[in-house]
C-alpha cells in the first residue's frame, strides 16, 4: 500500500463556495477506481505552517499509482483545483512495501507524467512547498 498526503492552502480571496468545489473536485479524484481509501478535508498539523486542507489516498500498488496518476478524473481536477491554491506541501507519503528503490520508482512515475503533460507540471510546480527555482519538485 501506497499513502500519498498532501497538505494546502488555499488561495488569499478564495470564497467559500469555491473551495468547497475544489475539496468536492478532490473527492472525486479520491473516489476513482485504483484508490483503495481516501479522506479529504481539515488539516490538523500545526496552524503556524499555514497549511489549512489535506488529501491523503491509499493505492495498492505502483501499477495502481500510474492509473491514479492518469486517469481522466485525476486529469481533469487538476485545472480547476491547483489555481485555487496557495502552496502545497507533499508527504509525508509512505508505504508498507520495504522495497528500497520504491520512492525513485514513484518519482519516475511522477517524472513521467510530468513529461507527459507539461502544462500540469507548470502550473503545480510554483506551489509545492518545498519548491526551489533551480532544482525540481523531490515528490509526486
Known amino acids: 500500500m501506497i499513502v500519498h498526503m498532501l ?3 488555499f488561495k488569499d480571496g478564495t470564497t467559500e463556495q469555491q473551495k468547497a468545489q475544489v475539496l468536492a473536485l478532490m473527492r472525486k479524484t479520491a473516489s476513482v477506481e485504483s484508490v483503495s481509501f481516501a479522506t479529504v478535508g481539515q488539516s490538523l498539523g500545526d496552524p503556524a505552517d499555514g497549511l489549512t486542507h489535506a488529501y491523503c489516498v491509499g493505492i495498492e500498488d505502483l501499477a495502481a499509482l500510474e492509473r491514479y496518476m ?6 481533469a481536477g487538476d ?3 491547483l489555481p485555487h491554491l496557495a502552496k502545497i506541501a507533499i508527504g509525508p ?6 522495497a528500497p528503490e520504491l520512492a525513485g520508482e514513484i518519482m519516475a512515475l511522477h517524472e513521467k507524467k510530468a513529461a507527459l503533460h507539461p502544462e500540469w507540471a507548470a502550473q503545480l510546480e510554483p506551489l509545492l512547498e518545498t519548491h526551489v527555482a ?3 519538485p523531490d515528490r509526486p
Not at 492518469?70 to 486529469?75: A, E, K, Q
Not at 507519503?93 to 520495504?98: G, H, P, Y
Open 79 to 81: 485545472p480547476e483545483i
Open 7 to 9: 497538505r494546502f492552502a
Open 70 to 75: 492518469h486517469d481522466p478524473v485525476h486529469l
Open 134 to 136: 533551480s532544482e525540481p
Open 93 to 98: 507519503d509512505l508505504s508498507d512495501d520495504m
